[in-house]
Nanobody, 121 residues
Framework: QVQLVESGGGLVKAGGSLRLSCAASGSIFSMNAMGWYRQAPGRQRELVAKMPNGDSTLYADSVKGRFTISRDNANYTMYLQMNSLKPEDTAVYYC???????????????WGQGTQVTVSS
């Protein structure tokens, strides 16, 4: 049983900061690509940031310079540090990981349950 549990969302004023966490649990052989997505009301889910391989990172243009994606391999946890938040950042944020479980040893995409981030002006 592998699952992702998100935390860290909340209500913050514009210009403030939040750090989202996504902890994977279960029988995990390895963590591979991972990313953060968000979905605002009436909008399509969009990629915010990802680590496709190694320590490389990619960011959506809208969050470059403000958000930072990172991971803690020892604790099977990924983070999204969000600074200088704007009202347009308001959305439900979802973490995503490509995980190779110990059993069965087959790559699978896992999603977190989502955490609400609300930025007031």
């Amino acid at each position: 049983q592998v699952q992702l549990v998100e935390s860290g969302g909340g209500l913050v004023k514009a210009g403030g900061s939040l750090r989202l966490s996504c902890a994977a649990s279960g029988s995990i052989f390895s963590m591979n690509a991972m990313g953060w997505y968000r979905q605002a009301p009436g909008r399509q889910r969009e990629l915010v940031a990802k680590m496709p391989n190694g320590d490389s990172t990619l960011y959506a243009d809208s969050v470059k310079g403000r958000f930072t994606i990172s991971r803690d391999n020892a604790n099977y946890t990924m983070y999204l540090q969000m600074n200088s938040l704007k009202p347009e950042d308001t959305a439900v944020y979802y973490c995503n990981m490509l995980i190779l479980p110990t059993t069965p040893r087959t790559l699978r995409v896992y999603w977190g349950q989502g955490t609400q981030v609300t930025v007031s002006s």
